[in-house]
Every structure is written in structure tokens, then in C-alpha cells.
């Protein structure tokens, strides 16, 4: 258990439609990163964001935004749904330990039928 | 340029024979990390192995070592005595400063393993 809770675990909707995605990041962890998985794709970076605000922007799209709460969990927003959005989200944390590592929730399966 | 190169798409290995999952990387930067990370059909990204730029010597995590040869900029995983719970995805990454001291993580597009019986 990497410590880190992501809601919720399948997700299945319709074009056009907007769905938040949840993430609890590690205990003491202050940063978390959401990232994209296409079919037998790598990992796509979307955002960072560090004790509630904006670190680094990736490859995500502006139907797609983001957040950091006071209390550090994170919700990613995905708006105007198209087909091509369905794919395994990740939220990941990271500490000081181990060299940034990164600690990943089980993933968001998105399905946009 | 790729930073991060991982050569094999896929690979097909013998069960209880020993891997080598290449991995090339390109930084300029003295101080950086590598990763490497496992992903099962389950979906989920299980940390592995890592080795910062400055360790002297090659990381090892039970089954799972790092072979780091700096002046060739390779991290290859080795993986002994292969078994067939370690067919996956297999994912390189490096750390880059980004920002001051934010860090970021680029990654390779993976190696497919499949152990076979």
C-alpha cells in the first residue's frame, strides 16, 4: 500500500460530461502530480501542485484543471468529455525521502463512451 | 532530444533466468536521480530501485539491482531469478530539477516483460 487514496477506482461516462477525480496523497507529502495513461502509453504529466499551489504544468488540456485543498488532497476536473479522455489517471505524492520518490495511488480508469 | 531511452519494447524471458531491462539517459545536470517502477496488468505503479547520481555504489533491492555506468549514462534494471509475477511494465525515469528546487520526474515509454513458464 503506496499510502496514497485515489476515488474512485473505475469511472465510466459520456461524452460531453464533467467528472472530478479524487486523491488523498501520502501522510507529510505536500506535493502531488496527476498524470495520464493511454492504452500502452507512458505516463503523461498533467500538473504538480505543491502545498496547495501550482508548481508545474504538463501536458493537460484546458477542458482539464486542477486543485490542492488546505488539507493537501487534490481533485483533477474533466470537462467536455471526448472519447479520446479515456484513460488511467494518476495521482502520485512525493516527500523528501528517497530521492523525490514518487508514490502512486491505484489510478482512476476513466471509460468516455 | 528523448531524455529518457528505453530500447526494448518487449522482451520475452525464460522463467528463473536473470533480465536486464536497458534504460539511457541524457542530463547535464551533476545532481539526479533514477527510477525504476513496475506496472502490472492490475494498473497499479510500484516503485523498484533507486540510485542517485552521487551513490557510489550500484543500488540493490532484494531481486532487483541497478547497473549505473554514469559515463555511459546507462541505469539498466537487472532483475535475478526471474519469476512469473514480474511480467509488466516496466517504467525508467529520472528526477530533473524544475523550478528552483522543484523536481520533476521524466519518464521512458516503458518495456513490456513477459516471463515465460
Known amino acids: 500500500d503506496s499510502g496514497v487514496t485515489q476515488t474512485p477506482k473505475h469511472l465510466i461516462t459520456a461524452t460531453g460530461q464533467r467528472v472530478t477525480l479524487r486523491c488523498s496523497p501520502r501522510s507529510g507529502d505536500l506535493s502531488v502530480y496527476w498524470y495520464q495513461q493511454s492504452l500502452d502509453q507512458g505516463l503523461q504529466f498533467l500538473i504538480q501542485y505543491y502545498n496547495g499551489e501550482e508548481r508545474a504544468k504538463g501536458n493537460i488540456l484546458e477542458r482539464f484543471s486542477a486543485q490542492q485543498f488546505p488539507d493537501l488532497h487534490s481533485e483533477l476536473n474533466l470537462s467536455s468529455l471526448e472519447l479520446g479522455d479515456s484513460a488511467l489517471y494518476f495521482c502520485?505524492?512525493?516527500?523528501?525521502?528517497?530521492?523525490?520518490?514518487?508514490?502512486f495511488g491505484s489510478g482512476t480508469q476513466l471509460s468516455v463512451l | 532530444a528523448q531524455k529518457i531511452t528505453q530500447t526494448q519494447p518487449g522482451m520475452f524471458v525464460q522463467e528463473k533466468e536473470a533480465v536486464t531491462l536497458d534504460c539511457t539517459y541524457d542530463?547535464?545536470?551533476?545532481?539526479?536521480?533514477l527510477f525504476w517502477y513496475k506496472q502490472p496488468s492490475s494498473g497499479e505503479m510500484i516503485f523498484l530501485i533507486y540510485q542517485g547520481s552521487y551513490d557510489q555504489q550500484n543500488a540493490t533491492e532484494g531481486r532487483y539491482s541497478l547497473n549505473f555506468q554514469k559515463a555511459r549514462k546507462s541505469a539498466n534494471l537487472v532483475i535475478s531469478a526471474s519469476q512469473l509475477g514480474d511480467s509488466a511494465m516496466y517504467f525508467c525515469a529520472m528526477r530533473e530539477v524544475f523550478m528552483d528546487s522543484n523536481y520533476q520526474l521524466i519518464w521512458g515509454a516503458g518495456t513490456k516483460l513477459i516471463i515465460k513458464p
Open positions: 502520485a505524492s512525493s516527500g523528501r525521502d528517497k530521492g523525490e520518490k514518487l508514490f
Open positions: 542530463t547535464s545536470d551533476p545532481s539526479y536521480g
